[in-house]
């Protein structure tokens, strides 16, 4: 039989927002239910803000020991060992991560509860435990901090290909020998820089005018120059047509560009183009709760 409890609040992912959100309605006096399906901290934590940051001082690291002669310092040939890159990095997010979750479980009127939940009705969700049991939740009160998870542009033959997203991106063991990325926003920058210093040969092909969308365009345009600068190759007004694996494992992306069609060849690809929300997965008509055409 499903067991059903009922909480002063229900917090939908412990997040940024979701972890202080829960703790603070606990500390008021709240008794509060906190859901995550992976793991505690979110994006920002897990793949987003802690990760990256932490693998670009070990990109920036080569970058001036590449450099090193221009100040009088010789460190000879600089060799990237990407396993111990994502070491450092894995240790971190684990240091970040745990401390966080213990601060939860020591926060009295918290329950975190770890699987997927979705609602059965305005004020009811139904949880299936990562253990296999499944519960049922009430709550006057539910707050929605879901998150979001990259997006997959729409690409003649992409479903036949290997991508990378930014979370998978940061799992490499290699440096791969030339990065094609779909996307000019800051997550394909930051990336395609880091992997530039790391050794790659990297690409970025952007639809729009400028890079970096929503900023202005002289920021845009210096950025852009300074992406240049650092050895990117950056492809503005291009638009990915079709793409396809090689028999040897490579990637070939048709793009359109504004002199005509023009064909890319390179070892991975990165699609970069955004992120989508993860209401999708929460059933939202059962609670009456209507979105954007985002899913916002």
């Not at 002063?8 to 006096?29: E, F, M, N, R, Y």
């Amino acid at each position: 039989m499903t067991q059903t409890k009922h909480y002063d609040a229900i917090v939908i992912g412990a997040g940024q927002a979701g972890v202080p959100l829960s703790t603070t309605l606990a500390k008021a006096g709240w008794k509060t239910a906190l859901i995550e399906r992976v793991h505690v901290g979110g994006t920002c934590i897990n793949e987003g803000c802690t990760p990256t940051k932490t693998m670009v001082a070990s990109g920036r690291v080569a970058y001036l020991a590449r450099r090193g002669a221009d100040y009088g310092v010789q460190t000879g040939p600089v060799t990237i060992d990407m396993t111990k890159v994502r070491q450092r990095k894995r240790d971190i997010v684990d240091s970040f991560r745990n401390s966080g979750q213990r601060r939860i479980e020591t926060t009295e009127g918290v329950d975190l509860l770890m699987g997927e939940t979705s609602f059965i009705g305005p004020k009811a969700l139904e949880l299936r435990l990562n253990n296999g049991e499944t519960r049922q939740l009430t709550a006057s009160t539910i707050l929605i901090n879901a998150g979001a998870r990259p997006a997959k542009p729409s690409i003649t033959g992409v479903e036949a290909v290997s991508t990378l997203d930014s979370t998978s991106i940061m799992e490499l063991d290699v440096v791969p020998e030339h990065l094609l990325i779909v996307g000019g926003g800051y997550i394909g920058l930051e990336f395609g820089q880091m992997f530039r210093r790391f050794g790659s040969q990297v690409t970025v092909i952007q639809r729009g005018a400028n890079l970096l969308a929503r900023e202005d365009a002289d920021v845009a345009e210096e950025v852009a120059k300074i992406m240049r600068e650092d050895g990117l190759e950056v492809l503005l007004e291009t638009k990915p047509i079709s793409v396809k694996q090689l028999s040897e494992g490579n990637i070939q992306l048709m793009v359109q560009t504004k002199t005509g069609e023009r064909i890319l060849n390179g070892s991975h690809l990165l699609m970069a183009a955004g992120r989508v929300p993860n209401t999708d997965w929460l059933n939202l008509d059962a609670a009456g709760i209507q979105t954007d055409k985002r899913g916002f």
